[in-house]
């Protein structure tokens, strides 16, 4: 299997992580992509028409996209507890977390394009500050839902531990621990995985 991604990509770090903690971080090999949405990447555009990353090529030539799709792929290649819980509750909370994790990314990764691609005089500042709004109303719930999460593992809290990652990486300056003790700490505990640890943008 070849993996497609980044090690800016925080939806390449999701299934990174993943790999790590499902154990199957040797069994695929890793393409580093240089791409924006107007700077696209031809082998990943050949494998995934939308020209984003993280793309995952299987032995028998299938691209499988997006991150979510890819992760649920992975989970159903090894052994260990599942990081999809396989129905019930515990199921759609996972997913319910992992889409508002994904939310938020492509929420930063949109007002990241917008403030460092764009030209100036095209930025629309109305837009950013709706935008950072998004991710605001995000944490404030995550504040007072975090201390549910317990030490659970899944895909839920793993996207979102790789969201939080992401806001460290590239909006550090607008300090989301401000104000919300509580997601500091699960979050600091989460940073703390061998798996995490091993997957730190750059
Ligand atoms: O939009 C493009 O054309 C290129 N962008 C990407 O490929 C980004 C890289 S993050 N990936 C996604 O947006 C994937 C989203 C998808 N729903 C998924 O896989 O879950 C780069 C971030 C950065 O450099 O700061």
Redesign the pocket.
């Known amino acids: 299997m070849r993996l497609h991604t980044?090690p800016?990509?925080?939806?390449?770090r999701k299934v990174a992580v993943v790999l790590h903690e499902t154990g199957l971080w040797d069994r695929v090999e890793r393409r580093d992509a240089t791409?924006?949405?107007i700077a696209?990447d031809p082998e990943v555009c050949a494998a995934n028409p939308?020209?984003?990353?993280?793309c995952l090529e299987l032995d028998d030539g299938t691209a499988l996209?997006?991150?979510?799709v890819i992760c649920e792929y992975l989970d159903g290649l090894h052994a260990g507890p599942r990081l999809f819980p396989p129905e019930g509750p515990a199921r759609f909370t996972a997913l319910r977390l992992q889409a508002l994790a994904?939310g938020m990314?492509?929420t930063a990764?949109g007002l990241?394009y917008e403030t460092f691609l764009r030209p100036e005089t095209f930025r629309w500042p109305e837009w950013i500050a709706a935008q950072k709004l998004k991710i605001t109303r995000a944490l404030d719930r995550l504040e007072g839902e975090c201390e549910g999460f317990g030490e659970r593992i899944d895909i839920g809290t793993l996207a979102l531990a790789c969201a939080l990652g992401?806001l460290d990486f590239?909006f550090a300056e607008d300090r989301w621990r401000d104000g919300r003790p509580r997601l500091a700490a699960w979050y600091a505990r989460m940073a703390a995985r061998p798996s995490m640890v091993a997957t730190v943008p750059r």
């Open positions: 980044s800016a990509s925080p939806f390449g791409l924006s949405p696209p939308l020209g984003k990353i993280p996209y997006d991150s979510r994904d990314l492509d990764v990241r992401y590239r």
